[in-house]
């Protein structure tokens, strides 16, 4: 079900639950502002998500609450778990789903990392 992006923090959800190490994920990258794994259920050879350490709902909560020095941190990682994962020159895809109508299901900010194969169209036609 997707969630309602305006809804407060939940320090319940499945990457909170990540992030305090009580349930196991596959990390392949960590510093002060963000945690990256690779998602559960890949959609591509390579799907890794990329989470900020802080308790932000979604890409909305994230950019008009978060003090710079996270959302620099967490841009930062994004683009060095891209770089790690040799995914610059063949290229790679960023999501990041928000609420309703982006169908985001998880509501701690998660950007996808997508890649290894080309990725076809933005969307489903
Ligand atoms: P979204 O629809 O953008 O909220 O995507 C949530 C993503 O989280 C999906 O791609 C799921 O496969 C992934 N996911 C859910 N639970 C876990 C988990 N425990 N570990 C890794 N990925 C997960």
Redesign the pocket.
């Known amino acids: 079900m997707p969630i309602d992006a305006t809804q407060a923090y939940d320090d319940t959800n ?1 990457f909170a639950r ?1 992030l305090r190490g009580e ?1 196991p ?1 596959r990390r392949v990258y960590e510093d002060d502002h963000a945690l990256a ?1 690779h ?3 890949p959609q591509a050879p390579v799907h890794i ?1 990329v989470i900020p350490k802080g308790p932000y709902v979604s890409w909305d909560d994230f950019s008009a609450r978060a003090p710079a020095a996270e959302i620099a941190g967490f841009v930062r990682a994004v683009g060095h778990v891209a770089r790690e994962q040799g995914l610059v020159a063949p290229g790679y895809r960023l999501l990041a ?1 928000t609420g309703g109508h982006g ?4 509501p701690h900010l ?1 950007v ?1 990392l997508f890649g290894g194969r080309g990725l076809g169209p933005m969307l489903a036609r």
């Open positions: 499945i990540i349930i994920a794994f998602d559960i259920h998500l789903n169908g985001q299901e998880v998660h996808h």
